[in-house]
């Protein structure tokens, strides 16, 4: 699952408009995957949708959610909003933790030593990736 953020912009004045949930899960097709949508009013005008899709690839959730994003501007109802950005958010302690770790790191080189199998599911029972360990 990714959580991708959709970054809006209005007026000053103006909120998060009623019904937006559910104006973009009915704007989906099952294809879409989105299991589940939060919007915040992030300051004056501004708007944070989190579009949680249940997709392999980040790459398919962040372009499923920027086009029901300009769906949702173009021809729903944030007609009076400007769309800033859509991505997945990057959680800087972990992401940095990553970039700094080596192949010749103990116990995360992964199988193959090059490290880049390191978040592979491994047969254990949950399915999820393996992940570091603080």
Same mark, same amino acid.
């Given at each position: ?6 970054? $809006? ?7 998060? *408009?009623? %019904?937006?949930?559910?104006? /973009?899960?009915?704007?989906? +097709? ?37 086009? $029901? ?7 729903? *109802?944030? %007609?009076?909003?400007?769309? /800033?950005?859509?991505?997945? +958010? ?45």
């Amino acid at each position: 699952m990714h959580l991708i953020h959709v970054c $809006l912009r209005g007026l000053p004045e103006q909120g998060p *408009p009623d %019904g937006i949930a559910a104006w /973009l899960k009915a704007a989906t +097709v099952p294809g879409d995957a989105l299991q589940h949508v939060s919007v915040h009013a992030t300051g004056p005008g501004q708007l944070t949708i989190g579009l949680f899709h249940a997709l392999r690839r980040l790459h398919d959730a962040e372009s499923t959610a920027l086009r $029901l994003s300009r769906r949702a501007v173009d021809d729903g *109802p944030l %007609g009076e909003y400007t769309l /800033l950005s859509c991505g997945a +958010v990057m959680v800087p302690r972990f992401h940095n933790r990553l970039l700094a770790e080596t192949p010749d790191d103990a116990g995360t080189a992964g199988k193959d030593g090059t490290g880049r199998d390191r978040f592979r599911p491994d047969g254990n029972a949950s399915g999820r990736p393996d992940r570091p360990q603080d």
